[in-house]
């Protein structure tokens, strides 16, 4: 008796971390973990005051490097940035920034928060996006992000609008 019952205990417990395997969807639409990536942009930046630039847009390339964490239903991460956009009214940036994001299923949006340090100031920079998994290692991500700033008798403005990808390290 004692053997069956043994038995059938084993029996559920192998049961039950088979069904606790992640599904492949799972493991495709998985946020978590390090990443680096690529984008390509539109900035549009201004400068008024004492240096005065009109509103103009930029093309730019940029790349990014982070790291994502499941939080219970959220992804919190962090991420490295660099905007390359030499047109733009404040030159190159880059920075680090704060990512919370809510995924369904293969689709993730998310807010980002974190500060762009390059010239003419250090500035805190805000955005919002949205990530698609396309497969267990490689996303798509489309985002805007803000900046502005006052120094040297000037205020500063950047908005730009990136679609990129990236590569997860599994």
């Not at 630039?53 to 990014?64: D, E």
């Not at 805007?144 to 997860?168: K, Q």
Request: glycine share 10%.
């Amino acid at each position: 008796m004692m053997n069956k019952t043994l038995l059938a205990c084993a029996a559920m417990a192998v049961s039950a971390a088979a069904q606790a395997q992640p599904t492949q969807q799972q493991l495709i639409d998985d946020f978590s973990g390090p990443y680096v990536g690529a984008k390509l942009g539109v900035n549009v930046s201004s400068a008024s005051g004492a240096t005065n630039k009109p509103t103009h847009s930029t093309i730019f390339p940029g790349l990014v490097a982070g790291y994502g964490f499941n939080a219970g239903p959220v992804v919190l991460g962090a991420e490295l940035f660099a905007d390359l956009h030499h047109g733009s009214a404040t030159f190159k940036d880059g920075g680090i920034d704060a990512k919370i994001g809510y995924p369904i299923g293969s689709l993730m949006p998310y807010a980002r928060l974190g500060v762009t340090t390059d010239w003419p100031a250090s500035r805190f920079n805000y955005g919002l996006g949205v990530e698609y998994m396309v497969m267990k290692n490689l996303s798509l991500f489309s985002e805007w992000t803000h900046d502005s700033t006052d120094a040297d008798n000037t205020h500063w403005r950047n908005n730009s609008f990136t679609i990129g990808a990236s590569y997860r390290f599994r």
